[in-house]
């Protein structure tokens, strides 16, 4: 009897891995912490540890089944964490501004507020996309066509994300839910694209009916030593029943391997209603036989809202296995006129107008 109470539960296990194994499932994730000194003109200085400083901290699983015939479906599942702190990350459920019926975010326990898909792709056709995932021209602010990407003191989120204006805070600059996205074929001598339709989900019969509603699209190409793209997207918001505003997002971003070195140039602009940012970043990704040295320098105009401001950002990630690195980051935003809008971390506001902020900070990434 005590056998037979066994078999169940061993054939059982082999049937669950037998089908993980098909499926191609994993765990995947990132830990990444650093410590982070800012100080700024006039004020004082914060010390603290801070995550996502080289790369976004996250847990994840991801599985991929083959259906035959080139055609295959997979899943994503993906949450932020704080590794200083255990809470998890926040996510929006429909793409609208705080306070604007949009659904609550969640930032204590985890939430997939990272990317939460599921997919059905072909070898001849491309893929088709259903969840919450990065909108198109997200990806020309990333480590492929920024030295930093959106992580660390020198990230492009500090000088090419939105700055909320007329009272609207934009929901999907970096993702969007609901969406429909659709992947060109990867087997197009070097060009690829990117489209997205992501829902409000509002009711028809309601002033803010389009509230939440994104468009966007990234075409670009990549052969060789050469990589570029151009992307653009439009989000629709409604604040009240007489005033609509779009949040515009454009960009183009080239890079050019040259031996060790990658030169990279990234202009992009921010539109929301009569406000404009536009930000133009030089920069370089240089391969050392121990890591790699990283600069860029920014230079923002703002329009109608926040104020000008250039950003200089130098780092070094030092490789000690394929999975471990150690890293070191150090930048300066310079706010001009009388603006103090920008600062090279959160936390730790410019006082002084016109004022400076500066930091540094070490740390280590390891990844599974």
Same mark, same amino acid.
């Given at each position: 009897?005590?056998?037979?109470?066994?078999?169940?539960?061993?054939?059982?296990?082999?049937?669950?891995?037998?089908?993980?194994?098909?499926?191609?499932?994993?765990?995947?994730?990132?830990?990444?912490?650093?410590?982070?000194?800012?100080?700024?003109?006039?004020?004082?200085?914060?010390?603290?540890?801070?995550?996502?400083?080289?790369? !976004?901290?996250?847990? &994840? /699983?991801? =599985?991929?089944?083959?259906?035959?015939? #080139?055609?295959?479906? $997979?899943?994503?599942?993906? @949450?932020?964490?704080?590794?200083?702190?255990?809470?998890?990350?926040?996510?929006?459920?429909?793409?609208?501004?705080?306070?604007?019926?949009?659904?609550?975010?969640?930032?204590?326990?985890?939430?997939?507020?990272?990317?939460?898909?599921?997919?059905?792709?072909?070898?001849?056709?491309?893929?088709?996309?259903?969840?919450?995932?990065?909108?198109?021209?997200?990806?020309?602010?990333?480590?492929?066509?920024?030295?930093?990407?959106?992580?660390?003191?020198?990230?492009?989120?500090?000088?090419?994300?939105?700055?909320?204006?007329?009272?609207?805070?934009?929901?999907?600059?970096?993702?969007?839910?609901?969406?429909?996205?659709?992947?060109?074929? !990867?087997?197009?001598? &070097? /060009?690829? =694209?990117?489209?997205?339709?992501?829902? #409000?989900?509002?009711? $028809?019969?309601?002033?803010? @009916?389009?509230?939440?509603?994104?468009?966007?699209?990234?075409?670009?190409?990549?052969?060789?030593?050469?990589?570029?793209?151009?992307?653009?997207?439009?989000?629709?918001?409604?604040?009240?029943?007489?005033?609509?505003?779009?949040?515009?997002?454009?960009?183009?971003?080239?890079?050019?391997?040259?031996?060790?070195?990658?030169?990279?140039?990234?202009?992009?602009?921010?539109?929301?209603?009569?406000?404009?940012?536009?930000?133009?970043?030089?920069?370089?990704?240089?391969?050392?036989?121990?890591?790699?040295?990283?600069?860029?320098?920014?230079?923002?105009?703002?329009?109608?809202?926040?104020?000008?401001?250039?950003?200089?950002?130098?780092?070094?990630?030092?490789?000690?296995?394929?999975?471990?690195?150690?890293?070191?980051?150090?930048?300066?935003?310079?706010?001009?006129?009388?603006?103090?809008?920008?600062?090279?971390?959160?936390?730790?506001?410019?006082?002084?107008?016109?004022?400076?902020?500066?930091?540094?900070?070490?740390?280590?990434?390891?990844?599974?």
């Amino acid at each position: 009897m005590h056998m037979k109470s066994k078999i169940p539960f061993v054939l059982s296990f082999i049937c669950a891995a037998t089908a993980a194994q098909a499926q191609n499932v994993e765990v995947f994730g990132v830990l990444d912490l650093a410590i982070l000194h800012t100080s700024v003109t006039g004020g004082a200085s914060v010390d603290s540890l801070s995550t996502d400083s080289n790369t !976004s901290s996250r847990i &994840g /699983f991801r =599985g991929k089944e083959d259906l035959g015939n #080139g055609m295959s479906a $997979s899943f994503w599942l993906e @949450a932020a964490i704080s590794p200083d702190t255990g809470l998890g990350g926040s996510t929006n459920g429909n793409n609208q501004t705080s306070g604007q019926g949009s659904s609550p975010a969640g930032t204590q326990a985890l939430t997939w507020g990272r990317r939460s898909t599921v997919s059905l792709s072909g070898n001849a056709w491309g893929e088709v996309r259903l969840g919450r995932d990065y909108v198109p021209a997200f990806n020309n602010l990333t480590v492929a066509m920024h030295p930093f990407g959106t992580n660390g003191l020198g990230n492009a989120g500090q000088m090419f994300y939105p700055v909320a204006a007329n009272g609207i805070t934009a929901r999907t600059n970096v993702r969007a839910s609901n969406s429909i996205g659709y992947f060109l074929p !990867s087997d197009m001598g &070097g /060009f690829n =694209g990117h489209f997205m339709y992501a829902l #409000g989900e509002n009711t $028809s019969d309601v002033y803010n @009916a389009n509230d939440g509603k994104h468009m966007g699209f990234r075409l670009g190409y990549k052969n060789g030593p050469w990589n570029m793209a151009i992307a653009s997207g439009t989000t629709q918001y409604t604040t009240t029943a007489k005033l609509a505003s779009d949040y515009v997002q454009s960009n183009f971003a080239i890079n050019y391997q040259w031996g060790p070195a990658k030169l990279m140039f990234l202009t992009n602009e921010n539109k929301l209603g009569a406000t404009k940012i536009k930000s133009d970043m030089v920069g370089t990704q240089y391969d050392v036989p121990t890591g790699q040295v990283r600069f860029a320098y920014t230079q923002l105009t703002a329009t109608g809202v926040a104020n000008d401001a250039t950003q200089v950002a130098v780092g070094y990630v030092h490789d000690l296995s394929k999975r471990t690195a150690l890293f070191t980051n150090y930048s300066v935003v310079n706010n001009k006129g009388t603006g103090k809008q920008f600062t090279v971390g959160s936390g730790n506001s410019v006082t002084t107008p016109g004022g400076t902020s500066t930091g540094y900070e070490f740390g280590i990434r390891h990844s599974f």
